[in-house]
């Protein structure tokens, strides 16, 4: 089934200008860009040693565009400064008709291979994988279609879907599910994916898991 993985391109949506706005009273921006940053290197690691050959990062700005080329080798970069539907369709137009589509978001740090090749050798015209607040965190295409992410993603993809008769698969993964919006989704993290680039900067910056009954995340400043 190597081969079913290697012919799907990858297209990760990336915003690299003041990301996770609602971790904002936890991270300033600096430290917020960094995370989306690390993040992103945790998901293309696992893209690429999944198998699939071919990924596209979709950035929101030109900003930064060289040094992030230089480090997110051999991942193609393309800007595209309209909104993100209009975006991710039009790349899911220009590619469909030669390979199926993946289409994963870039805050998944427990995103693992073995979770990312199962998805992508679901059979199905459509694969979602959806996110625990009702986004849609990885979405594999293989027919025409059109997305529709923000303000619950997952329950309009499936509409889409049935809508056009297209074959409908759900894919239920906690490790695909977690996306990083929260500070218990960063707690997520440190328990699940501690050594991973994501969960070592966050202890970089001081985050500790106390494990009680409910384990809770704690920041230790120093300096």
Do not use: W
């Amino acid at each position: 089934m190597a081969e079913v993985v290697a012919e799907v391109v990858a297209v990760i949506p990336f915003r690299q200008l003041n990301p996770k706005s609602r971790l904002s009273l936890f991270l300033n921006r600096k430290e917020r860009e960094e995370l989306a940053f690390f993040m992103l290197i945790d998901v293309l690691k696992t893209v690429f040693n999944s198998g699939v050959r071919d990924v596209v990062i979709l950035l929101q700005s030109d900003e930064k565009i060289e040094e992030m080329q230089r480090k997110l080798k051999p991942a193609k970069l393309q800007v595209d400064t309209r909104d993100l539907n209009t975006a991710i369709n039009d790349v899911l137009n220009d590619l469909i008709n030669s390979s199926p589509v993946a289409v994963i978001v870039s805050d998944l740090p427990l995103l693992n291979e073995k979770i990312l090749r199962k998805f992508l050798q679901e059979e199905g015209d459509v694969v979602i994988a959806p996110g625990r607040r009702g986004g849609t965190n990885m979405l594999l295409v293989r027919k025409p279609f059109r997305t529709s992410y923000h303000y619950g993603s997952f329950v309009k993809h499936v509409s889409t879907a049935r809508f056009m008769n297209l074959k409908l698969k759900i894919f239920d993964s906690f490790f695909a599910g977690c996306d990083v919006d929260t500070p218990d989704d960063l707690l997520e993290v440190l328990l699940h994916a501690p050594d991973s680039n994501t969960g070592k900067f966050l202890k970089k910056l001081g985050f500790r898991v106390v494990l009680e009954k409910n384990p809770r995340l704690v920041r230790v400043l120093t300096g």
